[in-house]
């Protein structure tokens, strides 16, 4: 008799979702190939969303090739930013010749941005080929800017040379204005140091 995969329970979760939340890895193999797998339960996420907030590097390998990796969750992220935010390397190097490296989130921030905000130095290097690193945020700033946040240097010498330092954010400041305020004085050094 022939079942039906896709069916939902009541939270909206498929077979495969299941699985994923369960971290059955066998389980999962099995359902890719009979299950949509782009399906999202009443939570907005899908399998490999869930995988990804759970850092279950097994399984987001098993998904990416029978999910939409472009499509987000209601939370607005995509794999590639939930992954990049999470600081989980494996999951990003794994994900990014299936995605759109330059998608937004709601905040307007792409992968690159969230990466650098939060100092992911090696996740960055990973993602700088792959993106625009002038791309601004909904307040105008851009990845090195956000880098100066917290004060890294390596993020702001690894993105300086794809950069255009002279972009100004929504209330005109530089990634020059953004080192001088934050009192950043090694970043605000290296920038004057290697004028655009």
């Known amino acids: 008799m022939f079942k039906d995969y896709n069916l939902k329970d009541k939270d909206g979760n498929t077979s495969l979702i299941s699985a994923t ?6 389980t ?4 890719v ?4 797998c ?8 899908n399998a490999l969303i869930i995988a990804c907030l759970w850092m279950m590097n097994d399984i987001v390998k098993i998904l990416i090739p029978y999910t939409n990796c472009n499509d987000k969750c209601a939370g607005d992220e995509t ?10 390397i494996e999951a990003v190097k794994l994900l990014i010749p299936y995605s759109n490296c330059n998608t ?4 307007g921030e792409t992968p690159l941005m969230l990466a650098s905000l939060w100092g992911s130095y090696e996740i960055a290097k990973e993602l700088v080929p792959n993106s625009n690193c002038n791309t601004q945020n909904n307040n105008g700033a851009t990845a090195i800017m956000l880098s100066c946040i917290w004060g890294n240097i390596d993020i ?4 300086y040379k794809f950069s255009t330092p002279s972009i100004t954010d929504n209330n005109y ?4 204005d953004y080192a001088e305020k934050l009192k950043h004085k090694d970043i605000f050094n290296f920038l004057v140091e290697h004028p655009a």
Do not use: A, Q
């Open 104 to 107: 937004k989130n709601h905040n």
């Open 28 to 31: 999962v193999k099995t359902l």
């Open 79 to 88: 794999p590639l930013t939930i992954s990049s935010l999470m600081g989980n």
């Open 33 to 36: 190939p009979l299950t949509d």
């Open 21 to 26: 939340i369960n971290n059955d890895i066998d």
């Open 156 to 159: 702001v010498k690894l993105l």
């Open 173 to 176: 400041n530089t990634v020059y």
């Open 38 to 45: 782009n399906i999202k339960n009443n939570s907005g996420d």
